[in-house]
């Protein structure tokens, strides 16, 4: 084989392993993603930073769709004890609200231009099992989605914007 069919058919190859959206077309869900921001807004417009202006979080998914989700506000204190069994209700309440994860199946539905997140597992157990919805947009490289307003009626919503990284 030449040298630049070689070329050629690397180049093709990479391309295909996680293809990149242009604006406007729907992206590959595909790879690893890095926490670019997350941020809520509220009924009022005002907007606040759960995880902190800069959370650390990772979201990988695979060919078949399965995903995992991870988001951490990088400045959660240590428990005093070390020990997570002996921790005092405020660290509790603080590693709780200051992480989410979950994992389960994620596929883009075209027609509602949504992700459908199949949730098998999460932290908050009240998503166990369920689906979830997420509006979203795919620009400049980053992928953003809409968490719609909470059950509790108070109108936030939340954004995660995340950046493929691999």
Do not use: C
């Amino acid at each position: 084989m030449s040298k630049k069919v070689a070329l050629t058919l690397a180049a093709v190859m990479t391309i295909g392993a996680a293809p990149a959206a242009e604006e406007g077309t729907l992206p590959s869900l595909q790879g690893t993603w890095r926490m670019e921001a997350a941020y809520e807004r509220h009924a009022d417009g005002s907007v606040t930073h759960n995880y902190g202006l800069h959370p650390q979080g990772l979201m990988m998914a695979d060919e078949a769709g399965r995903y995992s989700i991870q988001i951490f506000r990088p400045d959660r204190a240590p428990f005093r004890s070390g020990d997570k069994t002996t921790g005092e209700p405020a660290e509790y309440r603080d590693a709780v609200l200051g992480s989410s994860t979950h994992f389960g199946t994620v596929q883009i539905d075209p027609a509602h231009h949504q992700l459908v997140f199949a949730v098998e597992a999460a932290s908050f157990p009240n998503w166990n099992g369920k689906t979830q919805l997420r509006d979203f947009t795919y620009r400049d490289g980053l992928l953003s989605y809409a968490v719609p307003a909470s059950a509790s009626g108070n109108g936030t919503v939340s954004y995660s914007i995340w950046r493929r990284i691999g």
